[in-house]
């Protein structure tokens, strides 16, 4: 499934392009783990520069292609439409060719924006999967995965010395929490699992965090003189 080009839309100095190149398996990832497609990093053209509202982060949830379509309409149209009802926005990544490979959804908004959608979209493939029978009830609880986007400069919050704060949001949450090493676009991927409310409330630790750093200012492409 993939987005139909349309005109480029703005949200806190982030532009967002209606068009969906076609993806291709990432060269770099992480460890190996039995895991969704959330454990390979994204291609460099779906992770958008961070925002210039220290308030707004990108998301990504992932969508089995089975359920894409009644989840989130023809070609995306209904999951768009969705977002722009709290203010945020929504793109569907994937091959429109593609019949198998699973769906990424990139969110760019406020944590409430992002919790909003991410909840209704992670309940209503949870309860798909529930119907289709392929997973048990508790496997499917335990199944939510997010991953988020932080920016460098607030990536020292999150973690806190030797880890300390990533841990504690581990301990209040629930949920699963990982910050990787990987600098992506000035931002570091940040990989959240567990059942779905864990993983949501584990989101608004991080997005409070993130908040409170003031955006760094961008390096200039040349020297200045003086």
Known sequence: MALVAGSPMELGGLPFREESPELCPSPEQVAPRDRSSLWTLPEVTDVFPAST?????????????????????????????????????LQVRGRCDDAVADHRVIIVGTCNQCCFVQELLLSRLADAQRAEGGMEVSAVADAAELLLFVRAEAAGVVLGKRGFVLRQIKRQSGASIELMREDVKSQRPCIVTGALQAVLRAERHVFDLVGAVPVAAPAPLWPLRR
């Open 53 to 89: 509202q220290p308030d707004v982060m990108q998301t990504h949830i992932v969508i089995p292609a089975r359920f894409s379509e009644p989840l989130l309409g023809r070609r995306g149209a209904e999951g768009r439409k969705l977002a722009a009802t709290v203010g945020c926005q």
